[in-house]
């Protein structure tokens, strides 16, 4: 179990009780509740996993040359989103918290939409029906209660092919906004999957400042089903969501999954992790990389070749070429967008600030005349 | 004197009042180890211990919620909410408990809780991360609202909410943590201007400028802009917002004639708005021109591309100065 020392993790992470279904040293090991299934294409995971990764290095690179504002990398969390991204139907929806680039990638959102938030020309441009994919969610843990509403309309709509995945992190765990979730859902039996990735730190805060037990276990107060999944495991993540995604369908309620991961990068570009966390326990994470363990396990059983390597990384790097070119192309709003889309209608007191502040704008370009 | 930064300013006043009362304490996310993501609280944990500076769970009710806890047991709890956005989940522990406690018990509890606030924009944040929300405070009964400016400021402020035995809502001015200014680290409190009095940042005979926070310094800069221009601003930062120290500033108006506010926060039902009803009842037979206000758009706070729209600026400032003399 997880010792406390001064608020550092010293267990090792394969000490830890969990679904997995390929090691980090890329075996493929079965769980009896877990089979899977026969359509599960780890080439086209791995494939994902190795293009968000390239958006993530891109977005990083591209604010620390100022034409981002942040970014929220999501490195290391590369399983834990596609597995569970590309466990969801078409027509489930998906609540993002504010790093789940690797979800909005298998939700076939175009990962410029993501930059623009970052770069600072909107707060989320993208339409949350079109892709079942909702705006993201800066407030810690907000998001929660809105899968849950949503998913009692699908109740009422009786509608039984839909389910909600709601994704939030472990320092969200203690906002109260999250307990709530989980009792209206319990109580309701909405069909909503609580996606936990538990990266281990919320900024500075590792995960015993949330809670001294394991996370998915808070979900037997609420009364219903937690487990815990390697986040680093595609496979896992993909089988454990899919079946969660299942039960909710089936009207058997909420699962909670804590996909037990790490955050390899800083909590944002602002985030100097050194203060707080030691670099070997870095490299004993980097040991449990969510991307090659696949890679082994691909080209050890003769599932890939070297061609089929090269060609993604060849599409990778024509990925992360066209990501830079797309936020280079993000024009800057114009100004009297500020006021655009404050009401569905007329403002009357807004629509004067407009007037006054576009004669004010109007009054330098006549004096430069 | 000393040359810091306003971050480090009040980690030195931090610093004052927790070698000067054991009961005070500091909680709030990240501000132990990392020493707060503004660095305000850096070191503090490391010498005074984890019971004293303490990272608290990723809750902000919580924070708000426990502090009460704590003050009533006889502590002072001096809590950082980490940005201005993610105050609201807390609203609840502030206005229906921090605030009213005090009086319901018929004076027999008092809430010794500061809420350090880093707010307003211009650091080219995220959603979240740029609001101004003092006047949802001030405008509750119970608490006190101040905000700094300076250097100075920030360190003698600091230490004057922390003795208050009012719950006082502390606004840093997020955007000016890196101003640098010089500081007496040794200047006894008892010199200080109350906690609760404005102050004459820059004096002028023509027209009264009041601000408080991030803005005191665009304001000194209009103001002497304006100087060269032959009008004579008088600069005002409020410093607390509630309650406003209306004789300082009806003495202002009630000599230059003219009054103009300026917060970042919106205008609409803004403090300009009570500031400007107020001048209007004290000083109606003094004004030369109606109270002008400059300050953030009905909208809410824009993204980071269209931040300096939204943000008033020198022109703002000095085009609605020029306006009170269009009357």
Known sequence: MTVETGGAIT????????????????????????????????????????????????????????????????????AAQVGSGRALSPRDMAFPSYREHGVAWCRGLDPARLLELFRGVNQGSWDPEEHKFHLYTIVIGDQTLHATGYAMGIQRDSSEDEAVIVYFGDGATSQGDVSEAFAWASVFHAPVVFFCQNNQYAISAPQERQSPIPLYKRADGFGFPGVRVDGNDVLACHAVTRHALRAAREGQGPTL????????????????????????????????????????????????????????????AELGTRVRQACHDLPDPAPLTVFDHVYTGANAILDAERAQYEAYLDGFEEAAR | MTKLTLSRALNEGLRRSLEADPKVMIMGEDVGKLGGVFRVTDGLQKDFGEHRVMDTPLAESGIIGTA??????????????????????????????????????????????????????????????????????????????????????????????????????????????WDKGEVDTAASLDGALPLDKARIVLPGDDVTLLSYGPLVRTCAEAAVAA?????????????????????????SVSRTGRCVVAHEAPVYAGLGAEIAARVTEQCFYHLESPVLRVGGFATPYPPARLEDHYLPDLDRILDAVDRTFAF
């Open chain 2, 68 to 177: 009460i806890g704590l003050a009533l047991r006889g502590y002072r709890p001096v809590c950082e909410i980490q940005f201005d956005g993610f105050v609201f989940p807390a609203t609840d522990q502030i206005v229906s408990q921090l605030a009213k406690m005090h009086h319901r018990s018929g004076g027999k509890v008092t809430l010794p809780v500061v809420i350090r606030i880093p707010f307003g924009g211009g650091i080219g944040a995220v959603e979240h991360h740029s609001e101004s929300p003092e006047v949802f405070f001030a405008h509750t009964a119970g608490l006190r609202v101040v905000a700094c400016a300076d250097p100075a400021e920030a360190f003698a402020m600091i230490q004057l909410a922390i003795a208050s035995d009012d719950p006082v809502i502390f606004f840093e001015p997020k955007r000016r943590y």
């Open chain 1, 11 to 78: 267990v090792a992470p394969q000490d830890i009780e969990l679904i997995q279904l390929l090691t980090p040293e890329g075996e493929r090991v079965d769980h009896p509740k877990y089979p899977l299934d026969d359509d599960v294409d780890l080439k086209g995971m791995y494939r994902d996993m190795v293009l968000v990764r390239r958006i993530d290095t891109e977005a990083i690179a591209l604010q620390r040359q100022g034409e981002l504002g942040l970014w929220a990398s999501l490195l290391g969390q590369e």
């Open chain 1, 257 to 316: 999954i804590e996909a037990f991961t790490y955050r390899m990068g800083a909590h944002t570009t602002t985030d100097d992790p050194t203060r707080y966390r030691l670099t070997s326990e870095l490299e004993t994470w980097r040991l449990r990389d969510p991307i090659e363990r696949v890679r082994v396990y691909l080209a050890r059983t003769g599932q890939a070749n070297a061609a089929f390597f090269e060609q993604i990384d060849a599409e990778a």
């Open chain 2, 227 to 251: 100087r060269e221009e032959g009008r004579s601003i008088e600069v005002i930062d409020l410093r607390s917002l509630s309650p406003l120290d209306m004789e300082t500033i009806t003495a």
